[in-house]
T-cell receptor
Framework: AQRVTQPEKLLSVFKGAPVELKCNYSYSGSPELFWYVQYSRQRLQLLLRHISRESIKGFTADLNKGETSFHLKKPFAQEEDSAMYYCALSGSNNDMRFGAGTRLTVKP | ETGVTQSPTHLIKTRGQQVTLRCSSQSGHNTVSWYQQALGQGPQFIFQYYREEENGRGNFPPRFSGLQFPNYSSELNVNALELDDSALYLC??????????FGQGTRLTVV
């Protein structure tokens, strides 16, 4: 079964602290994994995808096939990072499976 | 270049009725996907259309159906509405499965 789990519904850190948003998945093939972000009053938008292996807004995410994880990390959180973050998996039948999301709050 | 637009933004329907939601894809995009997002949940994949053909479907009953038109705009139709169909419906367009751009959503309330 194709499943994405984000164990934390809420995550709160102070500005300048490291942040890690957890994502675990189950999939019996080679998945394509994504992180989407939704800032307040804005639409859902792509943050990064694992095949790009790039850093966006200081965020990185590494696909760990052994642990079936795709955690999102940033070494120094900023207040403007406060948003809803969704991990998503795309399988072979073109469907995109989203996790329930983690609301990140960065406190001043 | 225009973004993905959805209409209407809000809608109230009675149980048992039918509803049609519309999505205008971003210019140049040939793929559209529809999602249902219940309160406090992540988006759930309903189906995807590529060049006017259904190209993938999630775990939704047949009363959820769709269309994609030659200009790549799309409709989501839901028949025999149930109370649990109340949700935010999101449309996303992309060019052949590359980065998906989301619309602002249609909030459907079934009473």
């Amino acid at each position: 079964a194709q499943r994405v789990t984000q164990p934390e519904k809420l995550l709160s850190v102070f500005k300048g602290a490291p942040v890690e948003l957890k994502c675990n998945y189950s999939y019996s093939g080679s998945p394509e994994l994504f992180w989407y972000v939704q800032y307040s009053r804005q639409r859902l938008q792509l943050l990064l995808r694992h095949i790009s292996r790039e850093s966006i807004k200081g965020f990185t995410a590494d696909l760990n096939k052994g642990e079936t994880s795709f955690h999102l990390k940033k070494p120094f959180a900023q207040e403007e990072d406060s948003a809803m973050y969704y991990c998503a998996l795309s399988g072979s039948n073109n469907d995109m499976r989203f996790g329930a999301g983690t609301r990140l709050t960065v406190k001043p | 270049e225009t973004g993905v637009t959805q209409s209407p933004t809000h809608l109230i329907k009675t149980r048992g009725q039918q509803v049609t939601l519309r999505c205008s894809s971003q210019s140049g995009h040939n793929t559209v996907s529809w999602y249902q997002q219940a309160l406090g949940q992540g988006p759930q994949f309903i189906f995807q259309y590529y060049r006017e053909e259904e190209n993938g479907r999630g775990n939704f009953p047949p009363r959820f159906s769709g269309l994609q038109f030659p200009n790549y705009s799309s409709e989501l139709n839901v028949n025999a509405l149930e109370l649990d169909d109340s949700a935010l419906y999101l449309c996303a367009s992309s060019l052949s499965g590359r980065e998906a751009f989301f619309g602002q959503g249609t909030r459907l309330t079934v009473v």
